[in-house]
Structure formats: structure tokens, C-alpha cells
């Protein structure tokens, strides 16, 4: 089945504690993408990546890191993490940067 | 900066009746455009998408929508809600030249019996 999947889909931690959030997908896609969701604010973008080792900054990267190393895995890394980082976070892939995106299940982060 | 307005945060409508929920984006001369809806504890599905051709769009559950360049708009439409229609939607654009999907801020819909 062609799908995004995250890892984990819950997760509360503490500030300061690093942590990384999976994304993998298994349609050969060249663009992944990250967004958090916030109420009231629709999704808004974290960072995307074009294809392997080409990643680029989207609307709120501050705090966020991204590696590209494989064509099927894009992870989120919060390396520092702060309550404010409290959100839903998806995942998103498309063929190419402009197609449809297939969006993961969602993450919902607790920063305490 | 390119935009999408979605004005109406919550809707309600009652079941079987009409549905009509706004977009207009804000950049762009030959945008792409798209509806997303989102269920309770759900990822995002693809409900439609206009890329070009034909102004009127059919998508997935019985929904339609229209693209008007004169008014910016995209909006959603439904002859007859469901109960299982009750969720979040968002409308999405991305503008003719680049790569950055931008959404609105969602509006919630409500379903009466």
C-alpha cells in the first residue's frame, strides 16, 4: 500500500531533551516535506527537501533540523526541544515539488 | 507573500442540505489549487486538485469545486452533507512558479441531524 508513515505518532517529553520524529515513504517520491499544525493557523512548513541531500528552510524552521540521506526517509530532529514546539506534526510527500502531496498520520508532540 | 484566506472558521450545516466552504488565495495568475479535509485524530486526504483545463473540479465523497480567476476563489461545494462529511478543511495553493504548498487556516465543519 502506498502510504507516509511517522514514528511515533505520540510523544511527550521534557525541555531540552533531543528528539527525532521518523518519516519514511514508500511511493519513490523526490519531494518530503514537514509541517506542524497549530489551531487557528492551518498547517504551515517546516522544511521540504527536494531530492537526496537537498534540503531547504519552509516558514517556521527555527529550532527544526532535517537530513536527507535517503530518497524514502525525510526525519524531523528537535534538538533542543521547548514547550512551544508543542504541536501536531505531518509528514508530506509528492512525486516532485509540484504535484499533490500524501500526508502522513500526524505526530502530536508535547514538549513539557 | 502569498496567502490562502479561508473566512469561515466553523460551518454548520444540517444533513442533506447544501455546502458551499470559501477560499481565495492571494498570488498567482495559474495557481495549482487543492482541497484537503482531515477527520478527528486523521493525517490529510486529497479531496480535488485544479492544475489547469476545466474550471469545475470533481473530487472524492461527492464533492466539487469551482475555480474563478477573476475572484481568486476555489471554493468547495457538496449538493447534500453526511454526518461522516463532519471535519476540518483545508485549502491549499501552489503558486505557478515555485514549490511551497501554503495553506489556510482550516474551517471546521459541523454536521446536524
Known amino acids: 500500500e502506498a502510504q507516509v508513515t511517522q514514528n511515533p505518532r505520540y510523544l511527550i517529553t521534557v525541555t531540552g531533551k533531543k528528539l527525532t520524529v521518523t518519516c519514511s515513504q514508500n511511493?519513490?517520491?523526490?519531494?518530503m516535506s514537514w509541517y506542524r499544525q497549530d489551531p487557528g493557523l492551518g498547517l504551515r512548513q517546516i522544511y521540504y527537501?527536494?531530492?537526496?541531500?537537498?534540503?531547504d528552510k519552509g516558514d517556521v524552521p527555527e529550532g527544526y533540523k532535517v537530513s536527507r540521506k535517503e530518497k524514502r526517509n525525510f526525519p524531523l530532529i528537535l534538538e533542543s526541544p521547548s514547550p512551544n514546539q508543542t504541536s501536531l506534526y505531518f509528514c508530506?510527500?509528492?512525486?516532485?515539488?509540484?504535484?499533490?502531496?500524501?500526508f502522513g498520520p500526524g505526530t502530536r508532540l508535547t514538549v513539557l | 507573500a502569498q496567502s490562502v484566506t479561508q473566512p469561515d472558521i466553523h460551518i454548520t450545516v444540517s444533513e442533506g442540505a447544501s455546502l458551499e466552504l470559501r477560499c481565495n488565495y492571494s498570488?498567482?495568475?495559474?495557481?495549482?489549487l487543492f482541497w484537503y479535509v482531515q477527520s478527528p485524530g486523521q493525517g490529510l486526504q486529497l479531496l480535488l486538485k485544479?492544475?489547469?483545463?476545466?474550471?469545475l473540479v470533481q473530487g472524492i465523497k461527492g464533492f466539487e469545486a469551482e475555480f474563478k480567476r477573476s475572484q481568486s476563489s476555489f471554493n468547495l461545494r457538496k449538493p447534500s452533507v453526511h454526518w461522516s462529511d463532519a471535519a476540518e478543511y483545508f485549502c491549499?495553493?501552489?503558486?505557478?512558479?515555485?514549490?511551497?504548498?501554503?495553506f489556510g487556516a482550516g474551517t471546521i465543519l459541523r454536521v446536524k441531524s
Open positions: 491549499a495553493h501552489l503558486p505557478e512558479y515555485g514549490n511551497k504548498l501554503v
Open positions: 485544479y492544475f489547469s483545463g476545466d474550471t
Open positions: 511511493m519513490n517520491h523526490e519531494y
Open positions: 527537501s527536494m531530492n537526496v541531500e537537498v534540503t
Open positions: 508530506a510527500s509528492s512525486l516532485t515539488g509540484r504535484n499533490e502531496q500524501f
Open positions: 498570488y498567482g495568475a495559474t495557481p495549482y
